[in-house]
């Protein structure tokens, strides 16, 4: 396979997404789309997302110091788009794009009814990354849709909850399971 190279960038780079939830000090939800997003500990569990430039999300993350992080299906991709081309200081989102939500187990955060798959996050660390911050939320609770029937580790079917990726500028669903972790070794 022949290469080529080019200057340092931001690039290609396939990513699931989510939207991080925070509330206000009325109580009133903001919804924010995320792509920079991954676990970063098992013990306890954590994750992380980044996030740079003013936004309301930041904001209500670092008072709060909680949120939600639920995960975006292809069901729910207009819903994501809005939320990551709104800022919630200009419109109260859900009121304007009627998004339904309610109020986590474990923690005081709004989840959205339409996500199957929610983390709810206490903030326990941030960390400053070049142009933006590093936002480590350990998990409390995980929420999830009633027809996900076996939660275990390795055992959820990803083509029964149809995540949406991004690759930078579009939005992707997912092909068909081709193997498993291991296959290597038979
Ligand atoms: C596809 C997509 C992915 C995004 N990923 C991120 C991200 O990982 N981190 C981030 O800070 N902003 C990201 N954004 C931008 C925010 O979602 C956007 O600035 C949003 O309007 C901020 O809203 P807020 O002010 O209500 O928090 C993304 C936007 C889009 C459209």
Not at 109 to 132: D, F, R
Not at 133 to 139: A, E, T
Not at 152 to 176: C, F, R, T
């Amino acid at each position: 396979m022949t290469k080529s190279f080019i200057s340092a960038q931001r690039g290609f780079f396939p990513q699931p997404a989510y939207l991080i939830g925070a509330y206000d000090k009325e109580k009133i939800a903001n919804f924010t789309l995320i792509t920079w997003i991954t676990f970063c500990s098992v013990e306890p569990p954590m994750l992380m997302f980044a996030s740079r430039g003013k936004k309301l999300m930041r904001e209500l993350v670092e008072t709060t110091k909680q949120f939600s992080a639920n995960l975006v299906t292809e069901e729910m991709k207009n819903m994501a788009d809005y939320c990551g081309t709104t800022s919630g200081y200009k419109e109260n989102k859900c009121a304007e794009f009627g998004i339904a939500y309610t109020t986590g187990s474990a923690l005081d955060v709004p989840i959205l009814e339409k996500s199957p798959w929610i983390y709810e996050c206490k903030l326990v660390n941030m960390i400053e990354a070049g142009s933006g911050f590093i936002y480590v939320g350990q998990i409390e609770g995980i929420i999830f849709e009633d027809k996900i029937e076996e939660t275990g580790y390795g055992k959820i079917n990803m083509e029964d909850i149809k995540p949406l990726i991004y690759s930078p500028g579009s939005y992707y669903g997912i092909g068909s399971k081709i193997g498993s972790v291991g296959d290597s070794k038979h």
